[in-house]
T-cell receptor, first 114, second 112 residues
Framework: ETGVTQSPTHLIKTRGQQVTLRCSSQ?????VSWYQQALGQGPQFIFQ???????GRGNFPPRFSGLQFPNYSSELNVNALELDDSALYLC?????????????FGEGSRLTVL | GDSVTQMEGPVTLSEEAFLTINCTYT??????LFWYVQYPGEGLQLLLK?????DKGSNKGFEATYRKETTSFHLEKGSVQVSDSAVYFC???????????FGGGTRVLVKP
């Protein structure tokens, strides 16, 4: 059974650019959530996708958007990057049917905005 | 809104010492409570969980008891090892949805 994989692991962008981060969910998981973890802080929920639809969103502006594909993999897109977007972005997958709240996290994509 | 507060680190201990990390929460209803651990260079891993009041979660020698009356979920381990050095996150999940609300994390460093 493969775990959650994310790419790229590290990337550097400049303010105003756009970025796309990718996530492959753990085998058999149909729900993907994205989190932002600023340095020295706990992860913050960005949004969640289930059956290719966004079905939950945290307190993040519309320039944070996402996609989920039929194979349950997902993308996080951030437009008009700001310096404060520098963070570790974590993807997590789960089963919704069990609803135990147990999420399986990837190792993250570290974004630096200059 | 929901929130989780945990003690700030870093916490530095000697091997075989007793570890406690305090965690309190604010949430309506009856959330599920979790401890996640982040080892250096790795992703978050679920350490233990409790889904209702008075439940005790346990794993790898760590324990935490869901205390509804004090809205707390303190993590304890009786004898830490160097390999327990990591960042520990307390989190809650409301009964609906899969959104987790995390605390700020506590870095633990265990010295031989």
């Amino acid at each position: 059974e493969t775990g959650v994989t994310q790419s790229p692991t590290h990337l550097i962008k400049t303010r105003g650019q756009q970025v796309t981060l990718r996530c492959s969910s753990q085998s058999g998981h149909n729900t993907v959530s994205w989190y932002q973890q600023a340095l020295g802080q706990g992860p913050q929920f960005i949004f969640q996708y289930y059956r290719e639809e966004e079905n939950g969103r945290g307190n993040f502006p519309p320039r944070f958007s996402g996609l989920q594909f039929p194979n349950y993999s997902s993308e996080l897109n951030v437009n008009a990057l700001e310096l404060d977007d520098s963070a570790l972005y974590l993807c997590a997958s789960s089963w919704t049917s069990g609803n135990t709240g147990e999420l399986f996290f990837g190792e993250g994509s570290r974004l630096t905005v200059l | 809104g929901d929130s989780v507060t945990q003690m700030e680190g870093p916490v530095t201990l000697s091997e075989e010492a007793f570890l406690t990390i305090n965690c309190t929460y604010t949430a309506t209803g009856y959330p599920s409570l979790f401890w996640y651990v982040q080892y250096p260079g790795e992703g978050l891993q679920l350490l233990l969980k409790a889904t209702k009041a008075d439940d005790k979660g346990s794993n790898k020698g760590f324990e935490a008891t869901y205390r509804k009356e004090t809205t707390s979920f303190h993590l304890e381990k009786g004898s830490v090892q160097v390999s327990d050095s990591a960042v520990y996150f307390c989190a809650l999940r409301r009964t609906a949805g899969n959104k987790l609300t995390f605390g700020g994390g506590t870095r633990v460093l265990v010295k031989p």
